[in-house]
């Protein structure tokens, strides 16, 4: 569902403007983030860009990202719209949430297939390869003349939400628009060594530590490695341990679930999970009151990771 009008309509007549996206963010997130908030710069309005959390160190190559505040009580009193980007439901904002009051107007913008059109506006495509990918071609239709900046931000959100251009959420469009924001002569290879090559040996040698730790289930048709805080405490903010994980367990052969469970407090676990072609992680997660892809989404469960895990493999167990 892609309601140009009404979002257009939404920025002609209000002055003030929220512009946030998931906990955790990811470039995608960030990237559309930083790029709507230009364009409503650019109309003369006033913008507020804010997130759950401080931005991790290995974002901060991007430009302009040091405009992106965090979340603090009664840091901001009013604005007329709030812009949510890359988010299934308006709670995936965190505690940013609790700025959006009554009567605030919400334009979402995202590309989940569990996205529950929260919004008084909503501009959803579902096959889209990246919320990044979605403000490019409303920008395009709205006449607005991109940047260099623009064109690194939507590179970088659209390279790393399709695994750089591996996973089957990558189109002949995809191709055909990242080919356009290329003429803005950015380095790409910047880009990616910014994202993927700047692993602090620290992180690597304790990466080497968990990867080797982890479960094959029913004939290795599932995977499982479980991050205890004590672990966690290893590793610098910079490194995307989770991801890392992700690309490494995707070589061995013939799995069909990853999962990874980190614990995040006594009775609190975070549940991350990929998948092969063969199985919808995104309605796994949904039985937990998560979402995301086909063949990524995550959770939260409130319990210990050991019973987290168990109610995880358990659910699995009914879709093989």
């Given at each position: 569902m892609m309601n140009i009008t009404a979002i257009n309509e939404l920025i002609r007549k209000n002055k003030s403007f929220l512009v946030t996206t998931h906990v955790n963010p990811d470039p995608d997130g960030i990237c559309s983030q930083l790029t709507f908030a230009q364009y409503l710069k650019s109309k003369g309005k006033k913008v507020f860009v804010i997130n759950n959390e401080k931005m991790l160190a290995r974002f901060h190559f991007l430009p302009g990202v040091k405009q992106i505040k965090h979340y603090q009580e009664?840091?901001?009193?009013?604005?007329?719209?709030?812009?949510?980007?890359?988010?299934?439901?308006?709670?995936?904002?965190?505690?940013?949430?609790?700025?959006?009051?009554?009567?605030?107007k919400v334009i979402n913008i995202d590309h989940h297939i569990t996205n529950s059109y929260f919004g008084d506006a909503n501009l959803v495509?579902?096959?889209?390869?990246?919320?990044?990918?979605?403000?490019?071609?409303?920008?395009?239709?709205?006449?607005?003349?991109?940047?260099?900046?623009i064109a690194i931000w939507l590179y970088s959100g659209i390279m790393t939400d399709t695994g750089s251009f591996r996973y089957e959420n990558t189109t002949q469009r995809t191709?055909?628009?990242?080919?356009?924001?290329?003429?803005?002569?950015?380095?790409?290879?910047?880009?990616?060594?910014?994202?993927?090559?700047?692993?602090?040996?620290?992180?690597?040698?304790?990466?080497?530590?968990?990867?080797?730790?982890f479960d094959a289930l029913f004939g290795g048709k599932v995977v499982c490695v479980e991050l205890h805080k004590k672990v966690l405490s290893k590793f610098s903010d910079s490194f995307d341990l989770r991801d890392t994980i992700f690309k490494f367990l995707r070589a061995i052969k013939g799995v069909e679930v990853y999962v990874i469970l980190t614990e995040i407090g006594r009775n609190k676990t975070r549940v991350?999970?990929?998948?092969?072609?063969?199985?919808?992680?995104?309605?796994?997660?949904?039985?937990?009151?998560g979402g995301g892809h086909k063949r990524a989404s995550g959770?939260?469960?409130?319990?210990?990771?050991?019973?987290a895990r168990t109610k995880i493999i358990n659910q699995i167990k009914k879709s093989l």
């Open positions: 009664g840091m901001i009193k009013k604005f007329d719209v709030a812009v949510v980007l890359d988010c299934g439901e308006p709670n995936r904002v965190g505690k940013v949430s609790r700025l959006i009051k009554d009567g605030v495509d579902l096959k889209a390869s990246s919320t990044s990918e979605i403000v490019f071609e409303y920008l395009k239709k709205v006449k607005f003349k991109l940047n260099k900046n191709h055909a628009i990242t080919a356009e924001l290329m003429h803005f002569k950015f380095s790409v290879t910047d880009i990616y060594r910014h994202l993927y090559e700047m692993v602090p040996i620290g992180d690597l040698q304790a990466f080497t530590q968990v990867v080797t730790r991350n999970l990929r998948s092969s072609r063969k199985f919808d992680v995104a309605r796994l997660a949904n039985v937990f009151d959770c939260a469960i409130d319990k210990n990771i050991k019973d």
